[in-house]
């Protein structure tokens, strides 16, 4: 079982970033994939999920309105487009599969490395 997030980088507040995780070694039909992130010094926290069934769960209320989640299973893929980045969402951002959407970490057993995103001017 293997996930690769993807996509991060450097961004101006306002800004927008598609990150991907690509999944291997299971069939992507059958789980759940969580976006999660943690800044430097906080815990991490849930930011949004799809399940199985392609339906997506919000986890963080600051993002509501400008990330969305979507899951390409022919390609194995899970997108999390980020609009209208703000200061706050920098964080490393990781992509980990589930049996089913929680909030909680530790309902994830398989995680990517993280990617980077830093909205600054």
């Known amino acids: 079982v293997q996930l690769q997030a993807s996509g991060g980088g450097l961004v101006q507040p306002g800004g927008s970033l598609r990150l991907s995780c690509a999944t291997s070694?299971?069939?992507?039909?059958?789980?759940?994939i969580g976006w999660f992130r943690q800044a430097p010094g906080k815990e991490r926290e849930g930011v949004l999920c799809?399940?199985?069934?392609?339906?997506?769960?919000y986890y963080a209320n600051s993002v509501k309105g400008r990330f969305t989640i979507s899951r390409d299973n022919a390609q194995n893929m899970v997108d999390l487009q980020m609009n209208s980045l703000k200061p706050e969402d920098t964080a490393v951002y990781y992509c980990?599969?589930?049996?089913?959407?929680?909030?909680?970490?530790?309902?994830?057993?398989?995680w990517g490395q993280g990617t980077l995103v830093t909205v600054s001017s």
């Open positions: 980990a599969r589930g049996s089913w959407c929680t909030s909680t970490p530790s309902g994830y057993f398989h």
């Open positions: 799809i399940n199985a069934s392609g339906y997506s769960t």
């Open positions: 070694g299971f069939t992507l039909d059958y789980y759940a």
